[in-house]
């Protein structure tokens, strides 16, 4: 469903219509509740009858009560802020929460408290993030959905947060989308076509490179893994130019549209959700359409390698020896650690434009969710651009955890016959940082100077954030999360500052 129109006003809370007005509680001082936000007198009192309910205030908690005398809307939403500072992510996750709790809500208008700019935005993020629904697929109809959410403010530059709110939402949608679309529906070719789509009216240019092209390149990752489906890979450039001597941003995105394991089979279990295993495509064009609907003065180029992973005849087999883009062989030892096969393409092709910075992303590793759980991505590489990426998590809220790559895990990959092997069959340790060992290989140099110095990298493996496969929270929907698009977008602009 389309995300709902997010608009900022002065209008006093009262006097905004909808289906409902969503104010927010804390924790009272006297054990009970707090309104937070708003003085409006048609609201004075409602404190007493909240705490007749039995709210504390905590995050996440909501209750829907009729709208008192004086109000316009027909009924009024509560939202627990919870204890604590007040900030940018909080405000977000409590608008997220009351969207999502109001999601058959044609128009909702909200009164959460907002001081500045960014928090107008992370407001309106929240609440357009948090009212998400997949119902392509549904046989039957799928009722109504919310529209538009209106929020009340005074705050300076109002308008433009607003705009740069549903920029995000829609991005963030965009990766939800492709996500939950079945893979007998998106595959290779299928998501090529839909970026194309996504980019259409915006000022974006998209280089495909198809099976001949691939072979003509040598991208012996993508044909490898690809090899074993009739629906052949593909390489997509999705370049965005909004300053031309701004720094060069490269992205890349792990797109297999459905991971099998290929000949080294995942367990029946496992390989339900692998449609999933294309979120780091999805998050690296979501970046770039973002970044381009808010005409930033940055420039980012996203490389989305996207291939299915299959059994068949025509399959990689353990053994193989694949040559990647620039000449350096790999012997294939497990064919389920294909991702990093593709990105190894991705990474030697972006590396050839020399940008100022990369940024790979992709759902890789089974260990990062063992290591991390389901909200924490691992984040490695250079420390400079850790750094970097660390920061603009902080700005957006996003959850990273920084991670070593020890330099005595290489020789776990040392191949028999190839430069190097792609796994370390049997070896259960340090699995997400021995792949980001092995992509690190990849990564190219400043210059093409022998001696330059690498390029700033950083590798983000999302395998637990990409998908909720619990209980919705805040803004953040059962199934596909859409994390760490705002985070990319945040650190073009970061870069472009410097």
């Known amino acids: 469903m389309p995300t709902p129109r997010l608009l900022s006003s002065s209008t006093p809370p009262s006097q905004l219509e909808g289906d409902a007005l969503v104010i927010a509680i804390a924790p009272g001082a006297d054990g009970g509740v707090a309104v937070v936000g708003t003085d409006d007198p048609a609201l004075a009192g409602i404190e007493s009858a909240l705490g007749m309910l039995g709210l504390t205030g905590a995050p996440d908690e909501t209750a829907r009560i009729p709208a008192p005398e004086g109000v316009a809307a027909r009924s009024l939403l509560v939202v627990g802020l919870g204890r604590g500072p007040l ?20 128009r909702i208008a909200v009164a959460l408290p907002t001081s500045s700019a960014g928090e107008v935005r992370a407001v309106l993020e929240g609440a357009g993030m948090g009212g998400y629904r997949f119902t392509a697929y549904r046989s039957s109809e799928a009722g109504p959905a919310t529209e538009e959410i ?3 403010t005074g705050v300076d530059g109002a308008d433009a947060a607003s705009a740069d709110a549903q920029a995000h939402a829609e991005a963030v949608a965009l990766v939800r989308d492709l996500v939950n679309t079945p893979p007998n529906d998106l595959y290779p070719a299928s998501f090529v076509d839909r970026a194309r789509a996504a980019t259409e009216a915006l000022p974006v240019t998209v280089e495909e490179w198809g099976v001949d092209e691939l072979r003509e390149g040598g991208f012996g990752g993508l044909l490898g893994v690809g090899g074993g489906s009739s629906r052949g890979p593909r390489l997509l450039a999705v370049r965005y130019t909004g300053r031309a001597d701004a720094p060069h941003l490269a992205i890349i995105g792990k797109g297999i549209t459905f991971d099998s394991g290929g000949l080294s089979l995942k367990p029946a279990a496992a390989m339900v959700g692998m449609k999933y295993d294309m979120t780091g495509a999805a998050t690296a064009l979501a970046a770039v359409v973002a970044a381009a609907r808010r005409a930033l003065p940055v420039r980012i180029t996203a490389w989305l390698c996207l291939a299915e992973n299959l059994p068949s005849s025509t399959a990689m087999r353990p053994n193989d020896v694949l040559t990647i883009r620039g000449g350096t062989t790999v012997e294939v030892l497990n064919t389920d650690a294909e991702g990093r096969l593709v990105l190894a393409d991705g990474l030697a092709i972006a590396s050839e434009e020399h940008p100022d910075a990369i940024v790979d992303v992709a759902t890789l590793t089974g260990a990062a969710r063992i290591a991390l759980g389901e909200r924490y991505a691992g984040l490695m590489g250079d420390d400079a651009l850790v750094d970097e990426v660390r920061a603009a998590a902080a700005d957006t809220g996003e959850l990273v955890w ?19 092997a792609n796994a370390k069959p049997g070896s259960t340790a340090a699995g997400m940082l021995l792949a980001g060992v092995f992509l690190r290989e990849f990564v190219g140099r400043v210059s093409d100077e022998p001696d330059a110095p690498r390029i700033p990298w950083a590798h983000l493996d999302i395998a637990g954030p990409a998908n909720n496969p619990g209980t919705p929270f805040g803004y953040t929907p059962k199934g596909p999360s859409g994390v760490m698009v705002r985070l990319l977008v945040r650190l073009a602009e970061r870069l472009a500052a410097k």
């Open 402 to 420: 920084p991670m070593p790559l020890p330099s005595e895990l290489r020789p776990l990959l040392k191949s028999d016959v190839a430069d190097i």
């Open 87 to 106: 900030t940018e992510e909080s405000l977000r996750s409590a608008a997220g929460t009351a969207s999502r709790t109001l999601g058959s809500a044609r």
């Open 150 to 152: 209106e929020l009340t």
